[in-house]
């Protein structure tokens, strides 16, 4: 019988669907492992083969766990909100839910063909009312907390107001805007509501604040920094400005330290952990106030070098900084305007990724000295970005390189307090040993007295203190766009209000509109009914609003990320209405204990999904501050490009042999239109791009030969493949099994489809093996399996778990090619064999391995049979095959028992009839007996 995969596929996908297979229980006796991939946004692409690598080693250690004995939970859901749906929307008029439903049925149908061990009964999706539900709810659990730097954790704000009511704020040491005034008991009692809900929000975890943003004018909304590209908004490549608005806000900030000590705790990779380090930038200094002359203002800044703040010869702020327009003289007013305006146009990462480039301008006003009283001139640069420290620097050209080449370009004053002290890059590097030269009092001290020395002083002049800085800044929350979590809020007296969670969810309302409104508003601002009557709970015509009982709702919706930030938690319980998930399925799963997904994701999802763990275990919600023990970023599968080469100066295209000194642009080509030889097939290429139907293509020896390049799988560099092409001509047992051979998880590594033809072939060479079973010649398990059978099952066993628990299953896939090899050629047809490597299969391939399991007579699904035991006593020797040698020259080789005597081994070789063929009758002179290596008869 020949090896039918699609048949085969497709009944065990319905098998596994129809039975449950993978199905978790929360209240299982089997030990808990929680397997996680990171949930897709279901574009409108649908999956290329790149996608699924990450899917398929989560799969295939899911399946291990699952025949190890372990109660595995292996989820799979959709990230379903977004701006692509939502542009979609605008574009052609459809609803997004519209156009993400489908999308998500594509996805599914792709992730069923590749199977999957997926338990679909917890299937969740971000933008259902249902599950959206409870990302609305912690927002109102964090709108409900302030963060107790005395306990370290956040508590409920009603404990901050009880603290307030009874002693003011004074002894509060909390994380708070930098703001917050001081006031008594007496004074918080006497205040109006408002004013103690305008003083709580400056405690608040969530909350509203002036807030310098990504503005995309042409997308209406904010973005993140990880959704702009030199300058411009990823989706669409329109203008990006710098723009204040009002905002909610998550206080991370809070956090910043416990998310850096819990790095320690958690098996992630390196360079992720260095790359969420490097993003809290958490630096050691000092905070010194320098005020303005001529102003009752006073500019804070940070420094980790304070012990250098007597070679300050000028300041710089953040063009954004409140300051600059206060304190700018008439003079300099109009080029400072016009410098701020062209600063908003470039992206905060470009300005950080930008060494080059000197630009500022002189705001014409001055800070004092806190120390000499001397006058330092303040300017304006793009280098000094307002969301890092305090938006403004204390410039020591002497002691840094950037602010040498500003004080250079514009003949600044350079005093140098270093001289006679090496300030090379490497020793002023070396805190330990630095000195610090030409100063009243810190002449000759080394780093760290002066640094004492320096803090202490600045606070006796009342001009500073010492202070542990991050780069972390709080995270913007809102978006302005329709296709978001609406957020849970209504406004009172232009105060936020939370609605009560048994009201939840606040759904999304209709629009005819998905742009901002005419006068700016975001997309909900269209909405004809999105008003809250706060007595009858419940959405109502914005015509009742009064201001009463009934009030405006709020207008932004949640960020992308709101919705991935806790669910993993979510599946735990995914279909409890009454709580996020109940007691007993948190403190059943725990956390996960795998999960796989980008490392494009480091400072994004994963940084916030630790922060809303963190708070979440603060608040008793879930038993662990770290919501993944182990986490691994697979690498990306590429696609091999296809270029033509057009002529600059006129339409002719030149095959790649041609192109040498000549002036061409490549062009993309779409690699369905060029075969295994790099051949264009020029008249579709014409068809799939209509300007070049008259295009004369320069051939040679007859052919269009294309460009080849290694690049990133994607839709707009036309080098995708499709997983369902795949699947139908190899099945996805042989896409399952390539993915994994191409290389180690944690590597890029190249696509290319010619490949796969191998491991199709070593499936039907397996499949050939078991044909005694799968032809019906041989039903039952009498033969016994020899000694060579054994020991090519063991050492199969030994190196597959050893690789599955490494990671490594590139070198399985080797692995069962070796074996089966080895079986062929044994001719092996026992079952105690041939079962148990089904079983080690299974989790690369699983339906070719259902299907031979339940040919060797099995029921039930084989994902369900324990792993393979590995023994020991098969791979230890008892004989050893001698290399037989005459006068020095092998002729034979002889298996001989390996505690055989060296008279013994003589003896049993003399009698061989080999042996007595090669000596015809003569007598040797004499026999050399290795024990354990060789034998060589001489004569």
């Known amino acids: 019988m020949n090896y039918d995969f699609r048949e085969i596929e497709a009944k065990w996908q319905k098998y596994w669907a129809e039975n449950e297979t993978f199905k978790a229980s929360n209240d299982s006796d089997k030990p808990k492992f929680y397997a996680l991939s990171m949930f897709p946004y279901p574009s409108g692409a649908g999956l290329h083969v790149g996608h699924p690598l990450g899917y398929i080693a989560t799969d295939i250690y899911s399946r291990y766990k699952r025949h190890k004995g372990f109660n595995v939970l292996h989820p799979m859901g959709y990230d379903s909100f977004g701006l692509p749906a939502e542009q979609y929307a605008i574009q052609t008029g459809q609803h997004p839910a519209i156009t993400t439903g489908k999308n998500i049925n594509r996805y599914r149908e792709q992730l069923d063909q590749l199977g999957f061990s997926f338990d679909w009964s917890r299937e969740v999706r971000t933008s259902n009312p249902q599950y959206y539900k409870w990302t609305q709810w912690i927002f109102i659990q964090l709108f409900n907390a302030w963060y107790n730097k005395k306990s370290d954790k956040a508590e409920n704000i009603s404990s901050l107001i009880s603290i307030f009511e009874k002693e003011g704020n004074a002894n509060v040491e ?20 408002k004013e103690k809900q305008e003083i709580l929000l400056k405690y608040r975890l969530t909350y509203l604040a002036d ?27 329109h203008p990006v400005v710098r723009k204040k608005m009002t905002q909610w806000s998550m206080r991370i900030t809070a956090y910043a330290q416990r998310l850096l000590d819990g790095l320690e705790k958690i098996d992630w990779p390196q360079p992720l952990k260095d790359s969420q380090a490097n993003w809290i930038g958490r630096s050691v200094g000092a905070s010194v106030v320098f005020n303005v002359k001529d102003e009752d203002d006073t500019i804070e800044v940070f420094t980790t070098r304070p012990d250098t703040i007597f070679g300050v010869s000028f300041m710089t702020l953040a063009p954004e900084h409140d300051l600059v327009a206060k304190i700018t003289t008439p003079e300099q007013k109009a080029e400072v305007e016009a410098y701020v305006e062209a600063t908003a146009k470039r992206s905060e990462r470009d300005r950080m990724a930008d060494v080059k480039t000197i630009s500022g301008v002189f705001t014409g006003a001055y800070a004092e000295h806190p120390f000499t009283k001397e006058p330092i001139p303040i300017w304006i640069g793009d280098y000094v970005l307002a969301s890092y420290g305090t938006g403004a620097v204390m410039a020591v050209p002497c002691g840094d390189q950037r602010d040498y080449d500003f004080a250079k370009h514009y003949n600044i004053d350079i005093p140098n307090i270093f001289e006679g002290v090496d300030i090379s890059e490497e020793a002023f590097a070396d805190k330990e040993t630095t000195v610090i030269a030409n100063s009243d009092f810190l002449n000759g001290l080394p780093y760290k007295e002066a640094m004492k020395k320096i803090i202490a002083e600045l606070e006796k002049i009342g001009h500073g203190e010492g202070k542990v800085n991050y780069r972390l800044r709080d995270a913007v929350f809102s978006r302005q766009r329709y296709w978001g979590e609406p957020f849970p809020v209504y406004y009172v007296d232009g105060m936020p209000q939370m609605i009560g969670v048994e009201h939840l969810p606040l759904q999304l309302p209709e629009v005819e509109k998905y742009l901002p409104t005419e006068t700016g508003e975001p997309p909900l601002g269209n909405a004809t009914e999105w008003a809250w009557d706060a007595k009858n709970n419940k959405v109502v015509s914005n015509d009742l609003i009064d201001h009463k009982t009934v009030f405006p709702l709020e207008l932004n919706t949640m960020p992308g990320w709101a919705g991935s930030s806790q669910y993993f938690n979510r599946y735990m319980d995914p279909r409890n209405d009454a709580a996020i998930f109940s007691p007993e399925a948190i403190n059943y799963w725990q956390d996960v204990d795998l999960y796989i997904g980008g490392s494009e ?33 697979q690498g990306m599968i590429t696609g091999t490009s296809a270029f033509v080469y057009r002529d600059m100066e006129s339409n002719r295209l030149f095959s790649k042999g041609l192109v040498e000194g000549k002036n061409i642009i490549p062009i993309h080509a779409d690699v369905s239109l060029v075969n295994a030889s790099d051949e264009l097939d020029i008249e579709g290429f014409k068809k799939w791009q209509p300007e070049y139907k008259d295009a004369e293509f320069i051939l040679e020896d007859g052919k269009y030969i294309v460009g080849r390049e290694v690049e990133k799988m994607s839709k707009s560099k036309y080098n995708v493949v499709n997983p369902d092409a795949i699947c139908e001509e190899y099945g996805a047992d042989s896409l399952r099994l390539y993915e994994m051979f191409l290389g180690p998880l944690e590597q890029s590594k190249p696509w290319n489809t010619a490949g796969i033809t191998g491991v199709h072939s070593f499936l039907k ?37 050893e690789d599955i628990e490494n990671f490594s299953f590139n070198t399985s896939v080797s692995t069962f090619m070796i074996c089966v090899n080895e079986l062929t050629a044994q001719k092996c047809t026992s079952k105690a064999i041939l079962e148990p490597l089904a079983i080690l299969v299974s989790p690369y391939a699983p339906h070719i391995a259902e299907e031979l399991g339940e040919r060797l007579g099995n029921t039930g699904s084989i994902a369900e049979a324990p792993f393979p035991k590995f023994e020991e006593k098969y791979l230890v020797e008892s004989s050893k095959e001698y290399p037989i040698s005459f006068n020095g020259k092998m002729r034979f080789k002889l298996e001989l028992p390996l505690d055989m005597g060296k008279d013994e081994i003589e003896a049993a070789v003399l009698a061989h009839e080999k042996t007595q063929a090669q000596l015809d009758g003569r007598v040797p002179k004499k026999v050399i007996v290795v024990p354990g290596k060789i034998v060589n008869i001489v004569g």
Request: charged residues 25%.
């Open 601 to 633: 994701h480091a400072t994004g999802h994963l940084l916030y999904s630790r922060f809303w763990q963190k708070f979440m275990f603060d608040m008793g919600y879930v038993p662990k501050d770290e919501f993944a023990q182990k986490l691994i970023n």
């Open 211 to 237: 807030t310098e943003v990504n503005w995309c004018p042409a997308l209406g909304t904010v973005l993140a920094n990880d959704e702009i590209v030199n300058g411009v908004s990823e989706r669409g490549g």
């Open 174 to 193: 909390a994380t708070c805007d930098d703001d917050t005034p001081s006031f008594s008991a007496e004074d918080w009692n006497a205040y109006s509501e």
């Open 765 to 801: 060479k397996l499949w050939k093996l078991y044909t005694p079973f799968t032809d019906g010649s041989l039903s039952g398990g009498e033969v016994e399996p020899t000694a060579d059978n054994l020991k090519t099952l063991h050492k199969t066993i030994k190196k597959v778990e």
